[in-house]
C-alpha cells in the first residue's frame, strides 16, 4: 500500500458536528432529523442538497466510514450496505435486468455463487460460471453470450487456494464485450491491491473481514470508477441494504490499525509460507508470495510490493481423521470459519466454506480433506510457528 494510503486509516474524521473537538467521531444513532423549512426538505430528499434526513438514506458514520474506503480504493464514490452479500446485492440489483447473462468465475465465495446461480436465475437472468484464470475460455464465453453479458464476476485473491486472476486482461475482456468487471477484493484488500487501477468498474470489500479485523462487525463496501452513485444509493435505499451507524463507528475503529495489522500479518504469511515450504510436515504450501505459485506474474504485476496476503493455505497428508486430530491440538488457534482477526485463526474447506460442493468439482479445485486455510493474525510469527510445529509433530 502505498504511504498516503495508510495515512488514510489512521487519521481522524473532519468535523463531525458543529463545535465537537473530540479526536474520536461522535456516534449518530438518529433514525431521523430535524428539517428547517419545506423547501430545504425538498431539496434534501431529492439529493440536491447534502445533509441528513432519514437514516436509511444516509448518516455521518456512514459517510465518515465510506470516505476512507472510496480514497483507499482511489474510487470515484463508495457505498456501504450491511454485509458483503447486501454491498453485492446492491450491484447486481442495480444493474441486471431479466435477459442479462452474468459471467461468474468457478471459485467465487459460495453465497456468491448461490446468489447468482439460484437466486437471480429465477428472475430470468442466465450464468455462466468459468475458469476465469483461463482467459481463452473468458473471451470464448463472451462472445457467445452475443452482448448480453452484463457484469463479468472474479475474485482477486481465490478462496481457499489463493489463486490470482489478471484483472487488466479481465477488464479487457470485459469492457470489449461491453460488459462491466466486478471484483471481490476481500481476500486481498486494498493493502494488497486496488482492482480499480487495473480497469475493473466495481469493487466490493467484506468490511466484516480484515478491513475491520476485530470479529465483532458485518459490514460491506461497494466503490465504483464511473457508473452513477445516485443509481446505486437508490438501491441501497430502496432494497433497504443500508448499514448501521455503530457498526460504521466499530469499523472505523477497526481501520484505524488497517495498515499495521496487514503490515504484520502479511510479513508473518510469508515467513510462515516459507518455513512451511521446507518442511515435511505438509504435502503442498499455496501462498501468492511465494516464487512457486502459479500466478507470480500475475501477482508481481497486480500487487503492492511485499504484501501477498494475510492467507496461506496447506494440504495436510491425510484424511478427516488426521485434519480433525491436528484441528484440536492446534489450541492456540482457533478453528473459526472467518478470516482476518487481530488473531490467527483456521479453517477447513472441506467442511465448511466447500461444504456443499461435489466431491468432483473440489477435487478439481484441488481443495481435499487435508486442505487448512490459516488466516494469520498479528501475534508473533515465531509464535504462530510453534504451535502449528508441535500440533504437527504429535501427527
Ligand atoms: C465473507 C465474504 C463475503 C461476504 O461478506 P459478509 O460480510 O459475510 O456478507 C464475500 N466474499 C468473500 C470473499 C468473503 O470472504
Not at 96 to 105: T, Y
Not at 125 to 148: E, F, H, M, P, Y
Not at 197 to 215: I, Q, R, T, Y
Not at 276 to 293: C, Q
Given at each position: 500500500?502505498?504511504?498516503?494510503?495508510?495515512?488514510i486509516?489512521?487519521?481522524?474524521?473532519?468535523?463531525?458536528?458543529?463545535?465537537?473537538?473530540?479526536?474520536?467521531?461522535?456516534?449518530?444513532?438518529?433514525?431521523?432529523?430535524?428539517?428547517?423549512?419545506?423547501?430545504?426538505?425538498?431539496?434534501?430528499?431529492?439529493?440536491?442538497?447534502?445533509?441528513y434526513?432519514?437514516?436509511?438514506?444516509?448518516?455521518?458514520?456512514?459517510?465518515?466510514?465510506?470516505?476512507?474506503?472510496?480514497?483507499?480504493?482511489?474510487?470515484?464514490?463508495?457505498?456501504?450496505?450491511?454485509s458483503?452479500?447486501?454491498?453485492?446485492?446492491?450491484?447486481?440489483?442495480?444493474?441486471?435486468?431479466?435477459?442479462?447473462?452474468?459471467?461468474?468465475?468457478?471459485?467465487?465465495y459460495?453465497?456468491?455463487?448461490?446468489?447468482?446461480?439460484?437466486?437471480?436465475?429465477?428472475?430470468?437472468?442466465?450464468?455462466?460460471?468459468?475458469?476465469?484464470?483461463?482467459?481463452?475460455?473468458?473471451?470464448?464465453?463472451?462472445?457467445?453470450?452475443?452482448?448480453?453479458?452484463?457484469?463479468?464476476?472474479?475474485?482477486?485473491?481465490?478462496?481457499?487456494?489463493?489463486?490470482?486472476?489478471?484483472?487488466?486482461?479481465?477488464?479487457?475482456?470485459?469492457?470489449?464485450?461491453?460488459?462491466?468487471?466486478?471484483?471481490?477484493?476481500?481476500?486481498?484488500?486494498?493493502?494488497?491491491?486496488?482492482?480499480?487501477?487495473f480497469?475493473?468498474?466495481?469493487?466490493?470489500?467484506?468490511?466484516?473481514?480484515?478491513?475491520?479485523?476485530?470479529?465483532?462487525?458485518?459490514?460491506?463496501?461497494?466503490?465504483?470508477?464511473?457508473?452513477?452513485?445516485?443509481?446505486?444509493?437508490?438501491?441501497?435505499?430502496?432494497?433497504?441494504?443500508?448499514?448501521?451507524p455503530?457498526?460504521?463507528?466499530?469499523?472505523?475503529?477497526?481501520?484505524?490499525?488497517?495498515?499495521?495489522?496487514?503490515?504484520?500479518?502479511?510479513?508473518?504469511?510469508?515467513?510462515?509460507?516459507?518455513?512451511?515450504?521446507?518442511s515435511?510436515?505438509?504435502?503442498?504450501?499455496?501462498?501468492?508470495?511465494?516464487?512457486?505459485?502459479?500466478?507470480?506474474?500475475?501477482?508481481?504485476?497486480?500487487?503492492?510490493?511485499?504484501?501477498?496476503?494475510?492467507v496461506?493455505?496447506?494440504?495436510?497428508?491425510?484424511?478427516?481423521?488426521?485434519?480433525?486430530?491436528?484441528?484440536?491440538?492446534?489450541?492456540?488457534?482457533?478453528?473459526?470459519?472467518?478470516?482476518?482477526?487481530?488473531?490467527?485463526?483456521?479453517s477447513?474447506?472441506?467442511?465448511?466454506?466447500?461444504?456443499?460442493?461435489?466431491?468432483?468439482?473440489?477435487?478439481?479445485?484441488?481443495?481435499?480433506?487435508?486442505?487448512?486455510?490459516?488466516?494469520?493474525?498479528?501475534?508473533?510469527?515465531?509464535?504462530?510457528?510453534?504451535?502449528?510445529?508441535?500440533?504437527?509433530?504429535?501427527?
Amino acid at each position: 500500500m502505498k504511504r498516503e494510503h495508510e495515512e488514510i486509516c489512521c487519521r481522524p474524521v473532519g468535523e463531525t458536528s458543529a463545535g465537537w473537538d473530540g479526536l474520536a467521531a461522535a456516534i449518530f444513532p438518529s433514525s431521523v432529523y430535524r428539517c428547517s423549512d419545506p423547501d430545504s426538505a425538498d431539496r434534501l430528499l431529492a439529493g440536491e442538497q447534502s445533509g441528513y434526513v432519514y437514516q436509511r438514506d444516509g448518516h455521518p458514520n456512514g459517510d465518515f466510514l465510506r470516505e476512507k474506503c472510496r480514497a483507499l480504493h482511489g474510487g470515484d464514490w463508495a457505498l456501504l450496505g450491511s454485509s458483503g452479500m447486501a454491498a453485492l446485492s446492491i450491484a447486481t440489483l442495480t444493474l441486471l435486468k431479466p435477459g442479462d447473462d452474468v459471467l461468474l468465475s468457478d471459485r467465487l465465495y459460495g453465497r456468491t455463487t448461490q446468489q447468482l446461480t439460484q437466486r437471480w436465475s429465477q428472475l430470468g437472468i442466465s450464468c455462466r460460471v468459468v475458469d476465469t484464470l483461463d482467459l481463452d475460455a473468458v473471451a470464448k464465453s463472451l462472445d457467445q453470450s452475443a452482448g448480453k453479458t452484463r457484469m463479468v464476476i472474479v475474485e482477486t485473491i481465490t478462496n481457499p487456494m489463493l489463486r490470482v486472476a489478471s484483472l487488466h486482461d479481465l477488464a479487457r475482456l470485459a469492457h470489449d464485450a461491453g460488459s462491466l468487471l466486478y471484483v471481490d477484493n476481500t481476500f486481498a484488500t486494498p493493502f494488497v491491491c486496488r482492482p480499480l487501477d487495473f480497469g475493473a468498474d466495481l469493487v466490493m470489500e467484506s468490511v466484516s473481514k480484515m478491513m475491520n479485523g476485530h470479529s465483532d462487525v458485518m459490514l460491506g463496501a461497494l466503490m465504483g470508477r464511473g457508473l452513477s452513485e445516485a443509481e446505486f444509493q437508490d438501491t441501497l435505499s430502496v432494497w433497504g441494504l443500508a448499514s448501521a451507524p455503530f457498526e460504521c463507528w466499530l469499523a472505523m475503529r477497526g481501520l484505524a490499525t488497517f495498515h499495521l495489522r496487514m503490515e504484520r500479518a502479511c510479513e508473518s504469511a510469508q515467513w510462515l509460507s516459507e518455513q512451511l515450504a521446507s518442511s515435511s510436515f505438509v504435502e503442498t504450501i499455496h501462498y501468492p508470495g511465494l516464487a512457486t505459485h502459479a500466478d507470480r506474474d500475475t501477482v508481481e504485476k497486480q500487487f503492492f510490493e511485499g504484501a501477498a496476503g494475510s492467507v496461506l493455505t496447506f494440504d495436510l497428508p491425510g484424511g478427516r481423521d488426521l485434519a480433525a486430530g491436528f484441528i484440536k491440538r492446534l489450541e492456540g488457534i482457533p478453528f473459526a470459519p472467518s478470516l482476518g482477526e487481530v488473531s490467527t485463526t483456521l479453517s477447513h474447506p472441506t467442511s465448511t466454506s466447500h461444504r456443499r460442493l461435489k466431491p468432483a468439482d473440489r477435487e478439481r479445485l484441488g481443495i481435499h480433506e487435508g486442505t487448512i486455510r490459516l488466516s494469520v493474525g498479528t501475534e508473533p510469527k515465531e509464535w504462530i510457528w510453534q504451535q502449528l510445529c508441535d500440533a504437527f509433530a504429535a501427527n
